[in-house]
């Protein structure tokens, strides 16, 4: 049986955590490492990722674009040419955390290549040796092509819908998961301003424990990863299609740059968050 190859980009936790899941099911997997970092280079050679130039991304049998929101149109716009040149017609899913509006855009730059395109995301942690809390999902196509990846040891599951209905599902879900981080640190940070943090608290543990309990483990989890909810929450607001909604994800966009920077800088905000839950 030919041996199943797989090409991710980039290098990230998540590219190089999938990577990793993939290689030790004896799956190849390939990556393009012109330009990356040291850091990226390190992930890459630890997740068994072989790099290749761009011919080689393009005989791959699978693409998986798992990059930020922002490099997923230009990335595709990168690949594009190569892709239509090459012989080998690999399958491109795009599985950032974008809109729908946005995978659309991917789908069209893709399209002229005579690849077939995949909507495509991931809800969960990069997957380490002893989960399995990563699920990986996608739209518009038949679920044998993907079926690679599964056998790989990914957790697959289809969404029944057209190029947008993963992304769909993936910035719904993240709006929840995400969007009430967000509130319960500006509820936090807005309670401490007046000394009435301690006081909010207790009436948490009386009356919501079970919002207490996440929100507990979320909030100081998110301190590290702010700056890479910024443009997933700007996705959100494109998302929704509201201008209400719109201007609420936007602000939970804006709060995710202020924590992010606060992380790099005075930990003001995140002491008193993480405070909060040590009490």
């Given at each position: ?77 990168q690949l594009a040419p190569t892709l239509k040149a090459s012989k080998s017609k ?181 002491t008193t968050l993480e405070q909060f839950f040590k009490k």
């Amino acid at each position: 049986m030919t041996k199943t190859t797989v090409a991710i980009i980039a290098q990230g936790a998540m590219g190089a955590g999938t990577a990793a899941r993939l290689t030790s099911n004896g799956v190849d997997v390939v990556t393009w490492l012109e330009g990356r970092s040291s850091a990226s280079r390190a992930r890459a050679e630890k997740a068994g990722m072989r790099g290749v130039d761009l011919a080689g991304i393009a005989a791959a049998d699978i693409i998986l674009s798992i990059v930020p929101p922002s490099d997923a149109l230009a990335l595709a716009e990168q690949l594009a040419p190569t892709l239509k040149a090459s012989k080998s017609k690999p399958l491109y899913a795009d599985m950032n955390a974008v809109s729908s509006a946005k995978v659309e855009q991917v789908a069209a730059v893709i399209a002229p290549t005579g690849c077939t395109f995949s909507d495509g995301g991931i809800i969960g942690p990069p997957p380490r040796p002893d989960t399995r809390n990563t699920i990986y999902f996608f739209s518009a196509i038949p679920a044998d092509r993907v079926a690679p990846l599964a056998k790989g040891g990914l957790e697959v599951k289809m969404v029944n819908g057209p190029v947008g209905a993963a992304s769909a599902l993936k910035m719904s879900y993240a709006a929840i998961g995400k969007g009430l981080t967000a509130l319960a640190s500006a509820s936090i940070l807005m309670a401490d301003k007046y000394g009435a943090k301690e006081a909010l608290l207790e009436e948490l543990q009386r009356s919501q424990p079970n919002i207490l309990k996440g929100v507990s483990w979320s909030v100081p989890d998110m301190f590290v990863k702010a700056y890479r909810f910024v443009g997933e929450m700007e996705e959100i607001a494109e998302q929704s299609g509201r201008k209400s909604t719109a201007a609420i994800y936007n602000g939970i966009a804006d709060l995710y740059r202020e924590i992010a920077a606060d992380q790099d800088g005075p930990k003001k905000d995140v002491t008193t968050l993480e405070q909060f839950f040590k009490k």
